[in-house]
C-alpha cells in the first residue's frame, strides 16, 4: 500500500470512527469576507457583494479535503439590515457536507464612528458518508453505500466595526443532535479583531487575528498581516498554530505549528477582485500544500462610493 493509500485509509477511519466531532472547513481568506464564521458580517460591505472561492487541501493527498462555496450579501430597509446566503460544499474522502444558510444582520448606529451588527444565520446541513469509496467490505462499521443525514442548524454573532477598527465573536452548530446513531457536530467559537494603520499615503498595514474554540480539541489561532499597496493589492500572510488552553492533557505540549499562509487579493476593477493563498503545513502534511482561490464582484448603485472597496474588511 503505497503512501497516498495510507493517507486515505486513515482519513477514511478517521471520519467513520469519529463522525460525532465533525468540524467546520477550513478557510484562509476569510479575513476579506467573514461572512462565512459570523452572520453579523452580512452587509458589512455596504453593497451587493458576490464571492466565491475553491479551496483544494493537502494537494496530492487521495480524499483530501476540497471545500467550494458561495456567498452573497447586500443591504435592506434603509441599509439597516444586512441578509444574505452562504452556500457550501465540504468534502474529504468518503464524506461531504453540504450547506445552506440564510444570514440577517441588524445594523445599530452605537456612535458617531461606529456600527454593532447582530446576526443570525438558520440554515439546513446535509451530511453524506459514500461507503462504496472506502474499498473496504464485510465490515459492519462501514456503510455499503450512501448514508445521508439532513440537519438544522443556527449561527450567531456580533460584529462591531467603525473604518479602521474591527471586532467580532460568533458561534456554530448551535442546534445539539438527540439521536446519538446521527453525526452529532461540534458547538464552534470564534474571535476576530483588526485594525488597520497608514504608514504612508501608499501603504496601508492590517494585523488581526483569528481565535477558533470547540472546547474539545485544541484552541486554533490565526495570526494575520497584511500589506494594502495603493487601494488595489492587499500582500500578506497568516500563521495557523494551535494551543491546549482549555484541555492541556499532561505531557503535551502547549502549542503547535500548523500552517502558514501567504496571501494575495488584487483589485483587478472596481467591481472586480479575485484572491489567491498558499497554505504549507508545518505538521506532519509538510510535504503537501493547499491552494485556495476567490473571485468577488461589487454590484454597485449610483450613489455608491467610488472607492475600490467601501471598507478594508
Known amino acids: 500500500m503505497n503512501k497516498m493509500k495510507i493517507y486515505y485509509l486513515l482519513l477514511a477511519l478517521l471520519l467513520t470512527t469519529a463522525a460525532s466531532a465533525q468540524q467546520n472547513p477550513q478557510y484562509s481568506q476569510y479575513i476579506f469576507n467573514s461572512t462565512s464564521i459570523n452572520p453579523a458580517y452580512t452587509g458589512s460591505k455596504n ?9 483544494s ?11 467550494q462555496a458561495l456567498t452573497v450579501d447586500g443591504l435592506v430597509a434603509n441599509d439597516r439590515l444586512g441578509a444574505g446566503l452562504t452556500l457550501t460544499r465540504d468534502e474529504i474522502g468518503a464524506q461531504s457536507v453540504t450547506s445552506a444558510y440564510a444570514n440577517i444582520a441588524v445594523k445599530l448606529q452605537v456612535s458617531q464612528n461606529a456600527i454593532l451588527s447582530l446576526g443570525i444565520a438558520p440554515g439546513l446541513v446535509q451530511h453524506v458518508v459514500d461507503g462504496s469509496k ?5 465490515d459492519p462499521s462501514i456503510p455499503t453505500g450512501k448514508q445521508t443525514d439532513l440537519k438544522p442548524d443556527v449561527k450567531i454573532g456580533a460584529y462591531l466595526h467603525t473604518s479602521r477598527f474591527y471586532a467580532g465573536v460568533s458561534a456554530s452548530d448551535l442546534i445539539q443532535y438527540k439521536d446519538m446513531d446521527q453525526v452529532e457536530p461540534e458547538r464552534h467559537y470564534y474571535f476576530t479583531s483588526g485594525y488597520v494603520f497608514d504608514v504612508s499615503p501608499f501603504v496601508k498595514f492590517k494585523p488581526s487575528v483569528l481565535v477558533k474554540e470547540d472546547f474539545h480539541a485544541p484552541t486554533s ?23 491546549n488552553v482549555f484541555n492541556n492533557p499532561e505531557g503535551e ?61
Open 221 to 243: 489561532v490565526d495570526l494575520n498581516g497584511f500589506l494594502l499597496l495603493g487601494e488595489r493589492l492587499w500582500l500578506g500572510s497568516s500563521y495557523r498554530t494551535s494551543m
Open 253 to 313: 505540549t502547549l502549542s503547535k505549528k500548523t500552517a502558514v499562509a501567504f496571501i494575495a487579493e488584487l483589485q483587478v476593477l472596481k467591481e472586480l477582485r479575485v484572491g489567491y493563498s498558499f497554505d504549507k503545513m508545518l505538521n506532519g502534511f509538510s510535504d503537501y500544500n493547499t491552494h485556495e482561490v476567490s473571485v468577488g464582484y461589487y454590484f454597485f448603485k449610483k450613489k455608491d462610493t467610488s472607492m475600490l472597496t467601501p471598507q478594508y474588511f
Open 47 to 55: 453593497v451587493l457583494n458576490l464571492n466565491a472561492f475553491y479551496r
Open 57 to 67: 487541501q493537502w494537494t496530492g493527498v487521495e480524499g483530501a479535503p476540497e471545500t
Open 134 to 138: 472506502f474499498g473496504i467490505q464485510d
